[in-house]
């Protein structure tokens, strides 16, 4: 059975950085593209970030460009989401996600991926 397992979140100052991962089992990772998604209190879910199955190609949501950083570790079957300079507005559950995309392809738009794990709360507050 294909498992996603977000762990790393939790509480941190303005200014702070957590190191999110993504555990993965049942499936084979470089199978499958993977994506970190956000969702806020009261607000839609915002894809955040996303790496292809090569791990060559990677996309941000502008509101992280410059501030997270995407990778995956095949051997390790698992995907990190590192977040720097973290401000109050990422406050959010973040999720990762998987889908079958091309070699060298990922998107963050929920359409296409079709497993996700169930989440773990960042909060960024002094």
């Known amino acids: 059975q294909l498992q996603l397992v977000e762990s790393g979140g939790g509480l941190v100052q303005p200014g702070g950085s957590l190191r999110l991962s993504c555990a993965t089992s049942?499936?084979?990772?470089?199978?499958?593209?993977i994506a970190w998604f956000r969702q806020a209190p009261g607000k839609e879910r915002e894809g955040v970030s996303c790496?292809?199955?090569?791990?060559?190609?990677?996309n941000y949501a502008d509101s992280v460009k410059g501030r997270f950083t995407i990778s995956r570790d095949n051997a390790k079957n698992t995907v990190y989401l590192q977040m720097n300079s973290l401000k109050p507005e990422d406050t959010a559950v973040y999720y990762c996600?998987?889908?079958?995309?091309?070699?060298?392809?990922?998107?963050?738009?929920?359409?296409?991926?079709?497993?996700w794990g169930q989440g773990t709360q960042v909060t960024v507050s002094s």
């Open positions: 790496i292809s199955r090569s791990g060559g190609s990677t």
């Open positions: 996600a998987a889908a079958r995309l091309l070699f060298r392809l990922c998107v963050i738009s929920a359409g296409p991926y079709n497993y």
């Open positions: 049942g499936f084979i990772l470089d199978s499958y593209a």
